[in-house]
């Protein structure tokens, strides 16, 4: 069955400090993998996907993950974080099976970046 | 371009009562998920569709929640009758072909059941 853990509640980092959040995966076929933020009252937007080709894939507003195939993570990464930054993020997966669009999301991870 | 549109924003009503959410989807998206998300139990689908068919409902609480796409534009979720663990934020999203597009969510519907 496919899933996604997203293994930490809460990342606290200062602002400029480099930031990752964790995310591992386990599908039945070759993975879609995609990272969503979510800001107070609003919905889910995207940030940005790995669907083939280099595993380091770059998104919006600086944001880049990396996708490892031996250790199914795809852990999202920024150089320097912004207080802005704050938000709750979601890693979401498709099976590359599954023709049908459904994406399982983890539980999210409430990032928190302090000046 | 217009994004997901939902309505209401937020609905405040008692316990017993019909409850209807909208959503209209971005134009030429032929998928559309209905999600809640609480604090408890995070973000879960409850229904999809596809060219305006419903393809798993699996998620669906119980026979108290229905969901309807009458036409490409618009979707509805409704409960009847409504009860106080339905209080959630409800999201509509929709997406283009199904396969490596992302989702774009709405804004959502913030549902307080009294």
């Known amino acids: 069955a496919q899933s996604v853990a997203q293994p930490e509640d809460q990342v606290n980092v200062a602002e400029g400090n480099p930031l990752t959040v964790k995310c591992t995966y386990s599908v039945s076929g070759n993975p879609y993998l995609f990272w969503y933020v979510q800001y107070p009252n609003r919905g889910l937007q995207f940030l940005l996907k790995?669907?083939?080709?280099?595993?380091l894939v770059k998104g919006s507003y600086g944001f880049e993950a990396e996708f490892n195939k031996s250790q199914t993570s795809f852990h999202l990464k920024k150089p320097s974080a912004l207080v802005s930054d704050s938000a709750l993020y979601f890693c979401a997966v498709r099976d590359g099976y599954n023709q049908g669009g459904k994406l399982i999301f983890g539980q999210g991870t409430e990032l928190s970046v302090k000046p | 371009d217009a994004g997901v549109i939902q309505s209401p924003r937020h609905e405040v009503t008692e316990m017993g009562q019909e409850v209807t959410l909208r959503c209209k989807p971005i134009s030429g998206h032929d998928y559309l998920f209905w999600y809640r998300q609480t604090m408890m139990r995070g973000l879960e689908l409850l229904i999809y569709?596809?060219?305006?068919?419903?393809?798993?409902d699996s998620g669906m609480p119980e026979d108290r929640f229905s969901a309807k796409m009458p036409n490409a534009s618009f979707s509805t979720l409704k409960i009847q009758p409504s009860e106080p663990r339905d209080s959630a934020v409800y999201f509509c999203?929709?997406?283009?072909?199904?396969?490596?597009?992302?989702?774009?969510f709405g804004d959502g519907t913030r549902l307080s059941i009294l």
């Open positions: 790995y669907i083939t080709g280099d595993n």
């Open positions: 569709f596809n060219n305006n068919v419903p393809i798993d």
């Open positions: 999203a929709s997406t283009r072909g199904g396969g490596n597009q992302p989702q774009h």
